[in-house]
C-alpha cells in the first residue's frame, strides 16, 4: 500500500516518520526546493498530545534527540499590562483549554525551535522526500489516486494525504466548498538572544511558556516566548545521535507584536518591508506603551523580523471522498491566538497514521478508515478553530467567524 504526502511541514513530515516506521511505502512531494528555503517562524508551543505523538512516530533515538533540544518551560502564560505589570499568571492549559489524552511520563508542555523540530523529523526521510515538486491536481479510479506535480513526474498511490498548509491546492480539489477569511489581525515577529531577552525583559517572561503585555484599548499586544535549549541542538546531536546532525541554534526569545491591521497599515507596504523596517516599525506601535516596551523590539536581532497576514479557515461539513483525505492547516488553519495550530496537526498526524494502519491491516477499508478519521479530525479540529477566534476577537480584535 502507497501513500502520497504533499507537504514538508511539520504534520506531513511527522505522519511520513509514522507511516515508513510502521513498514509502509510513503513519498512526499514539497514545493520548496529545499529544507530550509525560507523562513517559517521561531518558537513553538507544543503541548503534551502533540509531544505524545511525536514520540508515537519517532525511533526512540530520535525522540531523545528531541527531548534534548526542547525546553521544559514553567506551565504559565502570564499577562502583563503596557507598562510590565503583572496582571495574571494562569496555567497555560486553563486559558487553551486543552484537554491531555496522553500516559504519564510525557512532557505536557515544550517550547521548541522549529526548524530544530524540522530537522529532527526530517531525519531518514532523505529516500522518500522529493524537493521542488509543487503538486498541481489529482485524479482517482477504481485503482487509486494519481498526483501530478510542476517539478516531477506523476506518481501513483493508494492514499493521497493533503498536508500543504493554508493555502492547499490540494484542498481546492477535494474540499471546494472550504472557505478560509482574512482575520483582520496582522503580527511582525522577531527574535532576541538570551542574553538581550535579560536586560529588556522581567525575569518569568524568559521561564513560562509564553508572555504577553497587552493595551486593552488598542488591542495590541506584545508577545515573548523563551527557547532555552536543554543542550544545544548541534552538540545534543553529536553526543547522542551521530547520523541525526543538527544545525547549531542559540538560546533567544521569540517576540511578536500583534493587532487589528489598521494598526499596522497597508499589506502591500508592510510585505515589500525589509526586517530593519518590519523592526522600526514594530517599535512605533510600542512607543506610545513606554521606553521599556519600545525596547524589546529595538534590542532584538535587526534581521529577524517578518511579517504575517493571519488568516482563518470557517468551519465546514467535509463530505467524504475516496482516497483523497487532509490534515493540519490544509483543513483547520486557524490564527495563532492560541498557538495551537502545530498541536493540532501533529495530533491529525497520529490519529491518521493509525487509521492508515488499520487500512494496511485489513481491519476496515480505506473509505472507511478514512471517513471516521475525518469524522474526529474535524470535530476537534474546527472546535480548536472556534476557540482560537473567540480568544482572538477578545485579545486582538479578530474578526468573528461568520455565523458567530
Ligand atoms: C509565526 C507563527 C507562529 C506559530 N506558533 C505556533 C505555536 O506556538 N504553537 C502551535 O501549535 N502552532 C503555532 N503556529 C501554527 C503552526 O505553525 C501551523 O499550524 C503548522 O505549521 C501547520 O502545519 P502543517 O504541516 O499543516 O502546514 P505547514 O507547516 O504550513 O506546511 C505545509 C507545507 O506544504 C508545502 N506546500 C504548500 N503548497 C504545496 C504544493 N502545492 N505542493 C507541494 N508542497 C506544498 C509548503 O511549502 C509547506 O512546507 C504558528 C504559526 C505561525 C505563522
Redesign the pocket.
Known sequence: MKVII???????LCLAQSLKRSGLDVAL????AAPFDRR???????DAD?VSAIKEALAPELYALFEATSMNPLPYTTIMDTQFNIQRRFQTDDYSKTQHHVADGIATHLNVN?ATLREILLHDLADICHWG????RFETDEGGVTAH?DGCAPVHGDILVA????????RTLRAPQARFMDSGVR?I?GKLTLDTARKVLPAHALADIFTAAFDSSKKLILGV?PVIFPMRPDLAAESLLPTAPLSRQDDYVGC?ISGRKELFGDDAHLQAMDSHDLQAVAADLLRPWSAEAARVPEAANPDSFFF?RMTSSIPFELAPMPRVTL????IH??T?SL???????LRDAMLLARHIRDIRNQEVSIDAGLQAYETEMTGYGFGVVRHSAEMGARLLGQDPLPGT
Open positions: 504533499i507537504g514538508a511541514g511539520i504534520g506531513g512531494y514539497e514545493r520548496d517559517q517562524g521561531y518558537r513553538l508551543h507544543l502533540c522549529r515538486a509543487q503538486f498541481i506535480f498536508a500543504d498548509g493554508a493555502g492547499s491546492s490540494v503580527a515577529y516566548g511578536i504575517i490534515l493540519g492547516d490544509a488553519a486557524m495563532p498557538g495551537r495550530g502545530a498541536n493540532v496537526a
